[in-house]
């Protein structure tokens, strides 16, 4: 059973696994919220070949696990998981799992999104897709910006 709060890895995960290794041990868990994100097959009007990710080692885990300490300031959760891979994927694979267990759904529910909406507009990751149109770094979206907002951040 994994103790870590945030890997960065290249390896795929198994979100049972992941789910079963949070909730063990603790009676207090009454829900647990995951998200997957996985890479999609088009890009505007592209078709999506493959999907490159880099971060910067050390930071980027150390930024995450600022995030995590934050969801649990900001709600009444027991326990948070934030997987993020890099290396080259191919559309369909997973790419992020976000993890979260409370008493009650509510907390955990609004801890995952805090938690991906940091995910996607403050993790110092680098995406550059390769599509039908050539290759090129992804920046965030203006609605990403806008969801992390309404969180005060």
Do not use: N
């Not at 960065?8 to 949070?22: G, K, M, V, Y």
């Not at 992390?148 to 951040?153: F, N, S, V």
């Amino acid at each position: 059973m994994p103790t870590a709060r945030v890997s960065i890895q290249a390896e795929d995960f198994d979100l049972s696994h992941e789910i079963a290794a949070l909730r063990a041990g603790d009676g207090g868990v009454g829900a647990v919220c995951s998200f997957v994100g996985t890479v999609r097959d088009r890009s505007g009007p592209g078709q999506v070949s493959a999907m490159e990710l880099e971060h910067y080692p050390g930071m980027t885990e150390k930024s995450i696990e600022a995030m995590i300490d934050d969801a649990h300031r900001r709600f009444d959760i027991r326990a948070a998981r934030v997987i993020h891979r890099i290396g080259l994927l191919a559309p369909g694979d997973q790419i992020v799992l976000v993890a979260v267990t409370s008493a009650h759904r509510g907390e955990s529910f609004q801890a995952c999104e805090f938690l991906m909406d940091y995910l996607k507009t403050r993790a110092p990751f680098w995406k550059k897709e390769s599509t039908s149109e050539g290759a090129q770094w992804v920046d965030a979206r203006v609605s990403d910006d806008e969801a992390l907002a309404r969180w005060g951040l």
